[in-house]
């Protein structure tokens, strides 16, 4: 009889056992308990930031630290920044120089996340530096140096090569993802190939004798490389200061001799010297490029930024 | 001087403009709008020679150049050629090909060979099955 009855009763040590597996359950099972478990990444430039969650779906969790309304060649990283970045387990950046505090991140942080220079991973094009800020104690570089162009975005293919460096990276951290990454990675490739086979399409529309941007950023060289374009930068355009009289009649020069139909400044300082080129010209004013990364509501995203460009440049030079 | 002042006054007035009109004109900064001036010279259209060659005969097929139709068939064959005029600047053209296979076909192919106006030749191929459209650029 007291065997019985102690058999029913149920004894305190496996009451107390159920509850505990039953909270552990509960743990795992909670939002909090899934972010933990998913890698964590830090990037400092929106094209990034867009491949690394295409690439890594819901395994992962991912800080834009620049965002679409940022000047990349300006950001600073704050504290707030180098804390997420010291929890960081793969930190992103575009590299080729854009990142002058690339250096001190890893330095500062002490994080033990990879740090990977996706930018530097494929071949550079040549650019004057004219940015006009200092790119970090390690460049080095004056004003007027021929530098590495940082802006490879703006090539396709260059995206492709920097989709499949994310996946294979993203793997190392997480190899039971592999072929998740590998899904993920190939579904983002099938949309950047139909991307190009629509700006190849749209481009199609300009004779190739007429494909020349003029621009106040040097940054669209990988862009015109990949689309037969010949660029021709104007510095000062955009400029605070006033350019000189010689300077304003160099780029009146230029756009005559080379019948160039449009212009793109990326931000007017100095409206009468716009006013003044385009009058004597008769070069009208294209809209504006996305030169820095993803833009804001259409741009926000790489193929509404790349569509946004190609068709403000296709409307203005047709 | 005799004569009313209101007179006078109109004719100083008259005076004071024939004098200042062309005075005016000279240093006045009206706008002079600018047409396009380009020191390039527009390309000349010039005759180029098109041939192409399919594995399978398609359904259609269209080749467009600067957003026109430049040459399409209805009954198209294994192997065709036309003569065509274009602009054919230095920098060269980009031809958009646009095939319709038949359906349930294999992957097919279909080769473009241009003559340029200088008379040399390029080629270029465009593999597809269901609808292919590709952009071509010669040379």
């Keep these: ?318 | 001087m005799r004569g009313s002042p209101l007179i006078r006054a109109l004719l100083a007035f008259i005076v004071i403009a024939m004098l200042g009109w062309p005075l005016w004109r000279l240093t006045s900064s009206t706008e002079a709008v600018a047409t396009p001036v380009s020191s390039v010279p527009a390309t000349e259209a010039k005759a180029i020679g098109l041939q192409l060659t399919f594995t399978a005969v398609p359904k259609s097929f269209v080749i467009r150049h600067l957003e026109k139709d430049l040459w399409s068939e209805p009954t198209p064959q294994a192997e065709m050629e036309r003569e065509v005029t274009i602009p054919f600047p230095e920098k060269g053209v980009d031809l958009i090909v646009k095939i319709e296979w038949p359906e349930g076909a294999a992957l097919a192919a279909a080769r473009v060979r241009l003559t340029d106006p200088a008379g040399d030749t390029h080629e270029k191929s465009v593999w597809g099955q269901g609808t292919t459209e590709e952009v071509l650029t010669f040379p």
């Design chain 1, 1 to 318: 009889m007291c065997n019985h009855l102690a058999k029913q009763a149920p004894r305190p040590s496996f009451a107390l056992m159920k509850i505990f597996v039953l909270s552990l359950v509960a743990l795992f099972l909670s939002p909090s308990a899934q972010a933990a478990d998913k890698i964590r990444v830090s990037s400092f430039s929106t094209v990034l930031t867009e491949i690394a969650q295409q690439v890594g779906g819901d395994r992962v969790e991912v800080t834009g630290h620049v965002r679409p309304d940022m000047d990349p060649h300006e950001f600073e990283p704050k504290p707030s920044d180098l804390k997420t970045v010291g929890d960081a387990q793969l930190i992103l950046v575009s590299a080729k120089h854009l990142e002058g505090y690339v250096g001190k991140l890893k330095q500062a942080t002490g994080t033990k996340g990879t740090l990977l220079e996706v930018g530097d991973k494929f071949p550079s094009l040549k650019m004057k530096d004219d940015h006009g800020h200092d790119h970090g104690p390690k460049d080095g570089h004056k004003h007027g140096d021929l530098v590495e162009d940082p802006h490879w975005w703006h090539s396709i293919a260059n995206t492709q090569k920097a989709v499949k460096i994310v996946r294979d990276e993203l793997a190392k951290i997480s190899p039971a993802d592999q072929k998740t990454f590998a899904a993920n990675a190939a579904a983002y490739a099938g949309k950047l190939d139909a991307l190009q086979k629509w700006v190849k399409t749209e481009i199609a529309k300009l004779p190739r004798d007429q494909r020349k941007l003029v621009t106040s950023h040097d940054a669209f060289q990988y862009f015109a490389k990949e689309n037969g374009f010949t660029i021709y930068a104007i510095e000062g355009l955009s400029s605070a200061d006033q350019p000189s009289s010689k300077k304003v009649a160099e780029i009146i020069a230029i756009i005559k001799s080379q019948g160039v139909k449009a212009i793109f400044p990326e931000s007017i300082q100095n409206p009468k010297v716009l006013k003044e080129i385009t009058r004597e010209t008769a070069a009208k004013v294209g809209r504006e490029l996305y030169a820095d990364g993803l833009g804001e509501g259409a741009a926000g995203t790489y193929e509404g930024m790349y569509k946004s460009n190609v068709n403000a440049i296709v409307s203005a030079l047709k």
